[in-house]
């Protein structure tokens, strides 16, 4: 059975997603894509609370206390297909308080999977549909020429992670119309 639980932090209510073991979702409030494939799972009656949502709520306290916990401490499971949890795993790599491009993410994905090159807006597909938003750190990628461009969950949120992880914003450029992927 799917279970859902929230949690409250500095960027809004978070929902918690699980399939009883693993943490299979976080989403921010009002974000893109919010519960993903699990959409329809939401509001129905849940069992006891799984122990992985103790866990989740112990890692986000840490992250939000300006700890770095890495996101392979936390049993994550997100649903979506190879492509999505190939890039998912390179998000996962970023170093906490650094950033990568598209692009760059791209080239490391066309050398895992034996391919010369991979687009940018494919691995900003996959980004969109990152379903465990936070953990799976997919607001520490920006476009190639310094724009904040593409955050499901929010500009105002992707400056706020970046800001919080001690990220110079300053550097880099917020589009006149802001995209959420």
Request: hydrophobic share 35%; charged share 20%; proline share 6%.
């Amino acid at each position: 059975m799917y279970c859902l639980t929230s949690y409250a932090s500095p960027i809004g209510l978070l929902t918690l997603g699980s399939d009883g073991k693993h943490l299979t979702g976080l989403w921010i409030q009002g974000q893109k894509y919010f519960g993903g494939e699990n959409v329809g799972e939401i509001g129905k009656e849940q069992g006891p609370e799984p122990a992985v949502f103790g866990d989740a709520r112990k890692w986000l306290d840490r992250y939000f206390s300006g700890q770095k916990p890495c996101p392979d401490e936390l049993p994550l499971a997100p649903e979506g297909t190879e492509f999505q949890k190939l890039i998912w795993g390179l998000l996962c790599e970023i170093p906490y308080g650094t950033v990568t491009t598209y692009g760059d993410l791209a080239k490391k994905a066309a050398a895992r999977m034996g391919r010369d090159t991979m687009s940018g807006q494919a691995v900003g597909g996959a980004l969109a549909h990152n379903p465990v938003s936070i953990i799976i750190p997919c607001h520490r990628v920006v476009g190639s020429g310094g724009s904040l461009t593409g955050y499901a969950g929010g500009l105002d949120r992707k400056i706020w992670l970046l800001d919080h992880e001690g990220v110079d914003v300053s550097r880099f450029s917020v589009p006149v119309k802001g995209t959420a992927l």
